[in-house]
């Protein structure tokens, strides 16, 4: 048997003689386990259902990023920014602008360009951008202090699938989609980069000091992990 079936869902075993560890893999919506030849199709139910909530959520995940929208930009589309909802309003305006009153998310814009969606995604992310500029960098500088180090650079950035980065001289990047998570996620990432002025590694020593100063850091990482991909223009 290829197959093994789960609670409400199916995972696929792909043997192979070279393998001499145990993996699982969710791919396209699908659960895969690989596993060495040699192992017993009793002993492969057993891994799966020690990892039935994992596989399930990992799945979950999936279903809901699949069913994710293109936005469109227009009126009453929501957006996220500092992990609330707005719905966007657009107005016509002498000049191009952004800002945020109680839940709306209001773009200004010129009658030429009321109903042209690429204009608006451009100003979106250009505000987007510019926060993320000035309230990165405030961050970083007061974190920063506390943890005793000093970047030599703050640079926001488009990443496609990370959310920061430290080079090997202190230099710090941010992707400047950060700004539509909750402020501790941003904390936490401005926090992760820091840290590894001290530690250019994922070391325990490294993850101790992020944890003298972010506590909840496992469990923000994690969010990160689940719901990155929704922070998306």
Known sequence: MNFIHGD???????RSP????????ISKGKAFIHVPSYLTHSSIESIIARKQPWIKA??????NLSSLKPKQFIEGETFLYFGKIYT???ILGSRSSVSIENDKLIVAIKELYLKDANAIKKLLKQWYRKEAEI??????????KIIDVKPTSITIKTFKSRWGSCNINAGIQYNWKIMMAPESIMNYLVIHELCHIHHHNHSPSYWQTVAKYCSQ????GK???QNGAYLEL
């Open 135 to 144: 309230i990165l960098k405030e961050k970083t500088e007061y974190y920063a």
């Open 58 to 63: 990992k799945l979950a995940i999936q279903e």
């Open 217 to 220: 850091y496992k469990e923000q």
């Open 18 to 25: 070279k393998r001499k560890s145990v993996a699982i893999k």
């Open 223 to 225: 969010w990160l992990k």
């Open 8 to 14: 409400n869902f199916t995972v696929e075993i792909v």
């Open 88 to 90: 966007l309003k657009i």
